[in-house]
């Protein structure tokens, strides 16, 4: 029988950023590692119901809260991952000019401040979730999305550059509630622009044929 690794939480070395404290941070790898956590523990007993073969009609209410909670736990592990993956404590702002980032951008928006107005004013929705920017691997094209809790909005098999959490946790020991809009301020300066141009690259030429 095929047994499943459980998930590790990744390490990430992002002291000394720019408007977002160690302390935040600290405690933000702490939420995201109780989503691993949480991710491996639903898995589990999911799996154990599954055991028989069969999800018997007693299971079935226990099975379904289960299996919801997965989609929340598993969407809350890996967009963590994607935003502290696209965050550096050497960022530099806004993708350089003629950089792939930014034609792709300005080939879906027309100009990158555009797109750039549309992902800060995403962020700075109402609510608890993320602002994503993804990309069509069909046709290359870029999207910005708001996305509820961790689940809900996620575009299926689109390929998400970047990824900015704006649930309060992410900024609230070091702004007030209404100062959002300093904490994606601050959460540009510190944008690993390669690591998104990576991700934009492998997921450029893939289709959903
Ligand atoms: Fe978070």
């Known amino acids: 029988m095929l047994t499943l690794e459980s998930y590790k939480p990744q390490q990430f070395d992002l002291s000394g ?7 935040t941070l ?15 523990v639903l898995t589990e007993k999911i799996a154990e119901i599954l055991k028989d073969g069969k999800i018997d009609h007693e ?4 099975y379904s809260e289960l299996t919801r909670r997965l989609g929340f736990e598993y969407n809350g592990m890996v967009l963590h991952e994607y935003y502290f993956g696209n965050l550096t404590h050497n960022g530099d702002g806004d993708p350089g000019q003629g950089s ?4 792709a951008a300005e080939a879906s928006f027309g100009r990158y401040d ?3 107005a549309d992902f800060s004013g995403i962020g700075k929705m109402r609510g608890v979730g993320w602002a994503i920017c993804y990309q069509d691997p069909a046709n290359g094209r870029l999207s910005n999305h708001w996305i509820t809790l961790h689940e809900v ?3 299926s098999g689109f390929t998400p550059l970047l990824v900015m959490d704006v649930w ?14 300093k904490y994606i301020e601050a959460f540009f300066a510190n944008v690993n622009w390669r690591v998104v141009e990576e991700r934009l690259r492998v997921g450029a030429g893939a289709s959903r044929r």
Do not use: C
């Not at 950023?17 to 302390?23: E, K, M, Q, V």
């Not at 299971?59 to 226990?62: D, I, Q, S, T, Y």
């Not at 792939?100 to 034609?103: C, E, I, K, T, V």
């Open 17 to 23: 950023l720019t408007g977002i404290s160690d302390r």
């Open 26 to 40: 600290e405690m933000h790898f702490k939420l995201y590692e109780g989503y691993v956590q949480n991710t491996n």
């Open 59 to 62: 299971e079935m209410p226990a």
């Open 100 to 103: 792939d980032f930014r034609r």
């Open 114 to 116: 555009i797109w750039k």
């Open 153 to 155: 909005g996620n575009v």
């Open 168 to 181: 309060e946790h992410a900024f609230l020991l070091d702004y007030k509630p209404a100062e959002r809009p």
